[in-house]
């Protein structure tokens, strides 16, 4: 009788099929998670996630025991078993587990003593060669602008932080000192709450209720520096799915919520409905959004290169090729924000990007077209002054904050329409 493969290593193994063969973000793979369990599919998602974040150093340990390229899927089983191994996985169920994996398929099956015989060479000498292989670098489109941007020191560091992978950070309704304890969490100078990144966050105390909400510490920012929102009305522009929304709303805000994508904002919606707060909910373009407003939060399309840490099949798909269209989107979404903005209305611009050309450019571009427009200077608790940038707002990456997990990469300026 065959062994029986173990579906979570196997959908680990089509996930990455699916991004690194067929360049489709784990985002559009989710399928492959839906018929299994649910400890199987956080299994498979963990396996799929480190094996993308460490795929450089799994591909140089295999190097030397293959003599040439294997066909896709043996390579993909070969790295999510080099992985695993190098990672404290113990070997003989790792081996024997790819091996049935493996033996499966049509077009793997012939590989199965090759699985066999490389996976237990780096059983051997894997794990000790591992912690001083370099992180993975970023692909050329992504890197070269971010040395000539921050320096090849401080690129070195994000893909250090990459490698890493990122803790869980929490957004409390209320007090976060209170949830910090509450969940056993710590809590960070800008008032996120951080826990291990291994906790299922549907079994913290207070998730039914909704008392919290996860979100990065840098994405959390944006909503604190728009300050005092209370009884004002706000337009979060593109809100799904809805973390930025949920702030405002429990700061007090009348907030109205647009999003392009109708799924997406069926999240905003049960976000809203587990943490009991409201917000009017819109589906469709925010250019083509009318209204007038006195606060308004811009948290705009973009490459969402900060997030890297959290979402490591991003080098693997983006080829950068959209990211000139998400600039000038970014532009027209900015345009159309001052449109909608009261006189003397705060405007918080932000992206989830580590490229100044959808963050730093953006603003100063945008203060050349609106003489009407100045920068207001960020504050809130907790912010580093090494964080402000020349044209006034807040510059967040992913190897800022290393004693403490790090953060997401992200840009923000708040900016005020004359008048009022
Ligand atoms: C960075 S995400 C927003 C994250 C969200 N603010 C949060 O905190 O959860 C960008 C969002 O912009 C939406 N989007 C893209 N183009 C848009 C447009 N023209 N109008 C409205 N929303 C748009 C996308 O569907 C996506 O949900």
């Known amino acids: 009788m065959p062994k029986p493969v173990d579906p979570a290593r196997r959908a680990a193994v089509d996930l990455l099929d699916g991004v690194l063969g067929r360049k489709q973000p784990l985002t559009e793979l989710s399928g492959v998670l839906d018929p299994l369990a649910p400890a199987e599919r956080a299994t ?22 293959l003599r040439k390229k294997p066909v896709a899927r043996v390579h993909n089983i070969l790295r999510l078993g080099a992985t695993e191994l190098c990672e404290g996985g113990a070997a003989h169920g790792v081996v024997d ?16 003593g090759l699985v066999n015989a490389v996976l237990r060479k ?35 560091a994000m893909e ?77 522009m593109c809100a799904a799915p809805g973390g930025k929304t949920l702030q405002l709303a429990a700061a007090g ?17 049960q976000n809203l409905a587990r943490t009991g707060l409201r917000a009017t909910l819109i589906a469709g373009d925010a250019l083509k959004h009318a209204g007038r407003y006195d606060a308004i939060l811009l948290d705009a ?9 959290r979402h490591p099949d991003l080098p693997h798909v983006h080829l950068g090729e959209r990211i000139g269209e998400l600039i000038a989107l970014q532009a027209a979404l900015l345009d159309h924000a001052v449109d909608l903005l009261a006189p003397g209305g ?65 840009y923000m300026a708040v900016l005020q329409k004359a008048g009022g």
Do not use: N
């Not at 963990?46 to 295999?62: E, H, N």
């Not at 060669?129 to 692909?139: D, E, G, M, S």
């Not at 007090?175 to 910090?180: E, F, Q, V, Y």
């Not at 056993?184 to 207070?206: C, F, H, K, M, Y």
């Open 44 to 65: 498979a998602q963990r396996l799929a996630l480190s094996a993308l974040r460490s795929l450089d150093r799994a591909d140089r340990v295999l190097k030397p025991h």
């Open 346 to 410: 705060r405007l918080l611009f932000a992206t989830c990007s580590l490229l100044p050309d959808e963050g730093e450019c953006q603003v100063e571009e945008a203060l050349a077209r609106h003489p009407d427009l100045r920068v207001l200077p960020p504050e809130a608790p907790g912010l580093d002054e090494t964080w402000r940038t020349a044209e006034g707002g807040l510059r967040l990456r992913p190897e800022f904050w290393p004693e403490r997990g790090g953060m997401d990469g992200f």
């Open 301 to 309: 399309p973009c490459s969402a290169t900060g997030t890297i840490r």
């Open 97 to 112: 587990a790819c091996v049935t994996l493996a033996a499966e398929g049509k077009r793997t099956a012939g590989a199965k």
């Open 160 to 236: 250090a932080a990459h490698a890493a992978g990122a803790p869980l950070d929490l957004t409390a309704k209320g007090d976060p000192a209170a949830l910090a304890e509450a969940v056993g969490g710590s809590l960070l100078p800008t008032g996120s709450v951080r826990i291990d990144a291994g906790v299922q966050v549907t079994a913290l105390p207070g998730y039914d209720d909704g008392a919290f909400w996860v979100q990065d510490a840098a994405a959390a920012l944006p909503a604190r520096l728009l300050r005092d929102v209370e009884g004002l009305r706000v337009l979060d």
């Open 122 to 156: 780096v059983a051997e000498d894997g794990p000790a060669l591992w912690p001083r292989l370099r992180p993975a670098r970023l692909p050329k489109w992504l890197r070269a602008p971010l040395v000539e941007a921050w320096g090849p020191e401080a690129v070195g």
């Open 253 to 269: 805000a009348q907030v109205t919520a647009v999003d392009l994508s109708q799924a997406r904002l069926a999240r905003v919606e």
